[in-house]
């Protein structure tokens, strides 16, 4: 359990480097036991999630060390297909390693991942998938046993772009004979990021960013290396930090093409922004304006991840914003805490409107997610007076650093853990 005291009402200004790709590192990492070899990563972040997945990967046989934003594996030494349920209930991705082992076993022993509340979030698409590739599936209760003597390639036609689905594909591909069609595929940068690390392995694979990808072929590196794309929430959570406070601020390391829904939001609500190659600045007076009506959608629409920081840093903007959620069920249920520091917001199913108040008042609120508890430091960042943010370790799944960051950009804030 970690406190955040934040003392509200500071601009935040100068440049910073953004971290490493959770999302990408994740599905990496399950990926690196696809077969015997070894694996150096750079930039991974320092994150609670990316230590629960080496965890994994010992609990499995590998050698997984982390040396700041360097990770080696060794995943020769694997000797066990079996994941308990205490580490799979850590976090969603931990269901990445179903491809994954399959692939490299023939067998995968697991239960139902965990991670953030945010609604039904069902594995079916994952499990059709590894049928697809000719595995049997059995479901005892919460245990799920996948088994294939060999897998075979085949047609992976997907109804909806699960991010998560289409990385446990790819990954579970590279150990089927012939060649794998993936259709309805996601397209995320992270899924991109996965297919260059998969031919480095070996994979012959193509596809990775159109809605098709296609394995044809495994022919196992002994060795591979490299680096985690920068990751593109995080960047965005910064930028509506900025944008809320009235600040200047210049991010470094970044592809900016890939949150080009976040910035034209922002520069919609008033906020000045210039976006080159490798960077992101933006300027915000913190006198904002609503913007047109926000709906989630798969890449390369605006994700998911980013809707609650947005909403956050439009709560004082004039005017009146509506959200509609498309990807999870229950992803506003930091609207009520919001709400708090003297948010308007009205909740209507899946469609949320925010109502620009002209200040907010420090509160005392409770993180209910990763990007929910991201959007509850912004709120505070930007209200008069102190607030205190209760987390049970969500922040610290998706943000590293995040104080020290804020800090460094001028916010009167610490953790109390």
């Known amino acids: 359990m970690a406190i955040w005291h934040i003392n509200g009402g500071n601009r935040l200004e100068g440049a910073c480097f953004v971290q490493?790709?959770?999302n990408a590192a994740l599905p990496i990492l399950a990926a690196s036991v696809i077969?015997?070899?070894?694996?150096d990563l750079l930039n991974v972040p320092q994150l609670s999630d990316v230590s629960s997945t080496l965890r994994i990967l010992r609990q499995l046989g590998c050698t997984a060390e982390q040396q700041n934003n360097d990770v080696y594996i060794d995943s020769r030494s694997l000797n066990c297909c079996t994941i308990p349920k205490g580490m799979m209930e850590c976090m969603r991705s931990s269901v990445l390693f179903m491809g994954a082992l399959l692939a490299r076993c023939g067998e995968v022993h697991l239960t139902a991942p965990g991670g953030c509340k945010l609604g039904a979030r069902p594995i079916d698409l994952h499990i059709n998938a590894m049928r697809s590739l000719g595995a049997s599936v059995e479901e005892n209760g919460c245990e799920i046993i996948c088994r294939a003597e060999k897998l075979k390639g085949g047609r992976i036609e997907l109804p909806f772009p699960s991010v998560g689905a289409t990385e446990n594909a790819m990954i579970a591909a590279c150990g089927a004979s012939g060649e794998t069609v993936i259709t309805g595929a996601a397209r995320?940068?992270?899924?991109?990021?996965?297919?260059?690390?998969?031919?480095?392995?070996g994979a012959y694979i193509s596809g990775a960013g159109t809605s098709t990808v296609t394995v044809s072929g495994f022919v196992p590196e002994r060795h591979a290396g490299h680096r985690i794309i920068p990751d593109r929430i995080v960047a965005s959570t910064f930028l509506c930090a900025a944008a809320a406070t009235g600040g200047d601020i210049e991010l470094r390391g970044v592809d900016s093409r890939q949150f080009l829904r976040l910035q034209h939001f922002l520069n919609s609500a008033g906020c000045d922004i210039i976006s080159s190659k490798r960077s992101v600045r933006l300027s915000s007076d913190g006198h904002l304006n609503a913007v047109d009506s926000v709906v989630t959608e798969p890449y390369p629409g605006f994700p998911t991840?980013?809707?609650p920081i947005l909403m956050a840093a439009l709560l004082k903007a004039k005017g009146k914003t509506k959200f509609r959620?498309?990807?999870?069920d229950s992803r506003f249920c930091h609207a009520s805490q919001l709400m708090r520091f003297g948010a308007d917001i009205a909740i209507d199913g899946r469609?949320?409107?925010?109502?620009?108040v002209r200040s907010l008042k420090g509160a005392t609120v409770s993180s209910t997610d990763l990007r929910g508890g991201a959007a509850m430091v912004i709120a505070a960042l930007s209200a008069d007076g102190s607030s205190s943010i209760i987390d049970a370790g969500h922040i610290a799944r998706g943000y590293e650093l995040f104080d020290y960051k804020l800090r460094s950009l001028g916010a009167d804030i610490f953790t109390e853990i």
């Open 20 to 22: 490493g790709s959770k």
């Open 35 to 39: 077969s015997a070899n070894e694996t």
């Open 188 to 201: 995320e940068p992270e899924i991109v990021d996965l297919q260059e690390y998969l031919r480095k392995l």
């Open 305 to 307: 991840d980013a809707q």
């Open 325 to 328: 959620e498309d990807i999870f």
């Open 351 to 356: 469609e949320a409107t925010v109502w620009g």
